[in-house]
């Protein structure tokens, strides 16, 4: 009987699983996450309060939600979806994200009955987006968040032909803004912001 493991930890490794500090300060990190996210959750309540008359009712009947998870592509992530519907058919959210070692996102999702409403409203945007470092989803998974070039493209890159003929064709809608995590002082701002611009360009 062989009693040595097989699996060995290099020293760095070793290291992290001897030292709790490191694990205790990521939890601290991502409750402070949440907090901010909440911040945004309530400056979105309040535009929404104001703008009800823009928003589809079976939307706003929707509570605000929070989600959290350790292992999108291997790293921690947290998600506001707020307004949020979302149906085997039919979604409508405006989705704020963090995703650890990455970025913060801002992303209006749209399919159904709803891609099919606001479409023209989106494609009528298209300087905007493109203007302001937009990035349109070109993915068939509308369920992928990473920015890599099998999932986003930036509208700059992008004739107002082609936004078009994406937003037409595709099955969903999904246009996203991203800022660094450096940024943390400025986020809840930029996200608030985030959110009132894709707000703005479909009301």
């Known amino acids: 009987m062989d009693n040595e493991t097989k699996v060995h930890l290099s020293p760095f490794?070793?290291?992290l699983m001897n030292n709790s500090?490191?694990?205790l300060t990521k939890n601290g990190i991502l409750r402070k996450v949440q907090l901010l996210l909440?911040?945004?959750?309530?400056?979105?309540?309040?535009?929404?309060?104001?703008r009800t008359k823009q928003f589809p009712k079976e939307v706003l009947a929707i509570s605000p939600?929070?989600?959290?998870?350790?292992?999108?592509?291997g790293l921690p992530w947290l998600m506001l979806d707020y307004p949020r519907y979302f149906d085997k058919e039919n979604t409508f959210a405006i989705r704020t994200m963090f995703w650890w070692g990455n970025f913060f996102s801002t992303t209006l999702h749209l399919s159904?009955?709803?891609?099919?409403?606001?479409?023209?409203?989106?494609?009528?945007?298209y300087q905007f987006f493109k203007q302001n470092g937009f990035y349109?989803?070109?993915?068939?998974?509308?369920?992928?968040?990473h920015f890599e070039e099998a999932n986003y493209i930036q509208v700059n890159k992008l004739t107002e032909e082609q936004f078009d003929g994406i937003i037409l064709e595709k099955d969903f809608i999904k246009l996203s803004s991203k800022f660094s995590l450096a940024e943390w002082d400025q986020a809840i701002?930029?996200?608030?912001?985030?959110?009132?611009?894709?707000?703005?360009?479909i009301g």
């Open 189 to 201: 701002k930029m996200l608030s912001e985030n959110f009132l611009s894709l707000a703005n360009c």
């Open 38 to 50: 909440g911040d945004v959750q309530q400056n979105i309540a309040h535009f929404i309060q104001s």
């Open 136 to 145: 349109c989803c070109i993915n068939d998974d509308p369920w992928q968040h």
């Open 21 to 23: 500090e490191w694990i």
């Open 65 to 73: 939600k929070i989600s959290k998870g350790e292992n999108y592509h």
């Open 13 to 15: 490794e070793m290291e």
């Open 112 to 125: 159904g009955k709803y891609k099919r409403e606001y479409m023209s409203a989106i494609i009528h945007s």
